[in-house]
């Protein structure tokens, strides 16, 4: 068997998680890792018995050897590793939110464009079977044409709390759903009204509310509240629900499909995006991770998502923001 080799580009929680999901795919091998703290990159380098490993991005897409990279560093600093590894040459996955601005998203699109390689946007949710099997029952005109669609995705404060330094819960979590909202409808967003609140000492608002009119004449409300009580049994309060003219679809996940009740109390275990099932990573990661690696091993481009139905995502959540920010509707 032809194995792809890869290497990681940044390895906070969800670098390692992508590590983890990586080295369960047969065809892949992970060859080598990128951060720029060395303590950091010799216990993940340690973890998963990968013997070549850089403090530089450059360094590491210098490599001939190296196939395909993940760019799993911080969304503000996706644009630099992601042009440099295409124009080197190489297969890029990045993970979601595409970038931090309008023009860094266009500027990844137009070299995606131009590349030799294969290049692919982490929207998780798209392997999501629950959403994926939406999909098809809207796309086949089961439910008529989309008029209303409402998603939630909600948080404990604790797990709010570790990231709200760093990006707030309209592009961190509401990014999500309005990729859902676009490609159920396949519409998108011509108008965007928001509000936030905040009152702990972080740098982002600890809840969003999006309200969206698409190209369609659909309405979209989303909510994204980062701060549920520390003792809420389950990590994420995750649903969605599209009305249309002649029926509509309706996902509950993650919570309560998994209650584990000891004397610590009440928790609710990931069983969609990377249960571990018999010691081994499974889930919509490692399905979305095996699917890009297929794409570039069978030379076809990868199309259950386009660079442009992620940086549409970022446009409609960053006008959101504006909006919050003013109190103004911000047309699209």
Not at 25 to 47: D, F, M, Q, Y
Not at 118 to 135: D, Q
Not at 199 to 222: K, T
Not at 241 to 260: A, F, Q, W, Y
Request: glycine letters at 6%; aromatic letters at 8%; charged letters at 25%.
């Amino acid at each position: 068997m032809k194995k792809l080799k890869y290497g990681v580009i940044g390895l906070g929680w969800f670098g390692e998680k992508h590590c983890e999901a990586l080295a369960t795919i047969p065809n892949i091998e992970l060859h080598a890792l990128c951060t720029r703290t060395e303590s950091r990159l010799k216990e993940v380098a340690g973890t998963f018995g990968v013997k070549k490993s850089y403090q530089d991005y450059r360094e590491l897409l210098a490599d001939p050897e190296i196939e395909a990279v993940s760019v799993v560093t911080m969304w503000d600093q996706h644009k630099d590793p992601v042009l440099a590894a295409l124009e080197a040459g190489k297969h890029v996955f990045v993970e979601k939110p595409l970038a931090s601005t309008v023009e860094d998203c266009d500027a990844i699109v137009e070299a995606a464009h131009r590349a030799k390689g294969y290049f692919m946007t982490g929207h998780i949710c798209r392997f999501n079977p629950r959403y994926a099997s939406a999909k098809e029952a809207i796309a086949e005109g089961r439910i008529g044409k989309i008029i209303s669609m409402y998603a939630r995705r909600n948080l404990p404060a604790w797990v709010g709390a570790t990231v709200l330094d760093k990006i707030g819960p309209i592009i961190g979590d509401c990014v999500h759903d309005t990729d859902l909202m676009f490609w159920f409808s396949e519409s998108r967003a011509v108008s965007a009204f928001a509000q936030t609140v905040q009152f702990r000492e972080h740098a982002h608002p600890d809840l969003g509310q999006v309200m969206y009119r698409l190209e369609n004449g659909a309405s979209c409300i989303l909510e994204s509240v980062w701060c549920l009580p520390d003792k809420t049994p389950f990590q994420i309060d995750e649903r969605l629900e599209v009305v249309g003219t002649e029926g509509s679809v309706s996902i509950h996940d993650t919570h309560p499909n998994l209650m584990v009740v000891d004397k610590e109390g009440a928790q609710c275990p990931d069983t969609t995006y990377w249960p571990s099932i018999h010691g081994r990573l499974h889930g919509a990661l490692v399905n979305e991770l095996a699917y890009f690696a297929n794409c570039v091993l069978e030379e076809r481009k990868p199309e259950v998502i386009s660079p442009e139905a992620s940086r549409e995502a970022v446009r409609a959540c960053l006008a959101a923001e504006e909006s919050a920010r003013t109190g103004e509707v911000v047309k699209l």
